[in-house]
């Protein structure tokens, strides 16, 4: 059974940073890619970033600069870095993994999602 456990949530001061993380199991790791998405109440949820299984990533145009992603696949994790952290980046956190890199939500596996919380 494939699972993914997304973590590194929090509550921070706009400027913030944080790490999220995104452990999985029950799958060969470094085959699969991994992304990121988010979901603000009241909204649709939407791509933020995502990687492949060769390390190219990809990201949302408007957080380029600001969040960063990463793999390490001896920990069979994928980390996003969230930096300047502004309060519309308040959402709740998925990360999802296929075996195709998509900026799309059509991925195979769901995480249960990080809650992501920026005060002014």
């Known amino acids: 059974e494939v699972q993914l456990q997304a973590s590194g949530g929090g509550s921070v001061q706009a400027g913030g940073s944080l790490r999220l993380s995104c452990a999985a199991s029950g799958l060969i790791f470094k085959d699969y890619a991994i992304g990121w998405f988010r979901q603000a109440p009241g909204k649709d949820r939407e791509g933020v970033s995502c990687i492949s299984s060769d390390g190219s990533t990809y990201y949302a145009d408007s957080l380029k600069g600001r969040f960063a992603i990463s793999r390490d696949n001896a920990k069979n994790t994928v980390y996003l870095q969230l930096n300047s952290l502004q309060p519309e980046d308040t959402a709740v956190y998925y990360c999802?993994?296929?075996?195709?890199?998509?900026?799309?939500?059509?991925?195979?596996?769901w995480g249960q999602g990080t809650e992501v919380t920026v005060s002014s």
């Open positions: 999802a993994a296929d075996r195709i890199v998509t900026k799309t939500l059509s991925y195979n596996y």
